[in-house]
């Protein structure tokens, strides 16, 4: 069966960095969009990056553009998002998700994994 399992999350300190890492199975993953989607505490799931099948192209968000950057390794089936110079507002529960298609709509996305915790406090 298909699994996302993410790790690394964590509390670390404002300006600090970590590297969310997601291990894929049960699908082709070097022919899937993968992507990381956050949702803070009260609020709605945010789309924060988006890598495409062949390496070649990245998308982010503006809250963590050039902060955050998305990278896959398709021999390991694994995706990655390092976070660094790490704000409050980054505190979020982080999930990555495959889809077939590149589409912001995190609503349709084909697979996700259970999720880590990042919290950003002094």
């Known amino acids: 069966q298909v699994q996302l399992v993410e790790s690394g999350g964590g509390l670390v300190q404002p300006g600090g960095s970590l590297r969310l890492s997601c291990a894929a199975s049960g699908f082709t993953f070097s022919s899937y969009w993968m992507y990381w989607v956050r949702q803070a505490p009260g609020k709605g799931l945010e789309w924060v990056s988006a890598?495409?099948?062949?390496?070649?192209?990245?998308y982010y968000a503006s809250s963590v553009k050039g902060r955050f950057t998305i990278s896959r390794d398709n021999a390991k089936n694994t995706v990655f998002l390092q976070m660094n110079s790490l704000k409050p507002e980054d505190t979020a529960v982080y999930y990555c998700?495959?889809?077939?298609?590149?589409?912001?709509?995190?609503?349709?996305?084909?697979?996700w994994g259970q999720g880590t915790q990042v919290t950003v406090s002094s």
């Open positions: 998700a495959a889809d077939h298609r590149y589409t912001a709509n995190v609503a349709t996305y084909d697979y």
């Open positions: 890598i495409n099948p062949g390496y070649g192209s990245t």
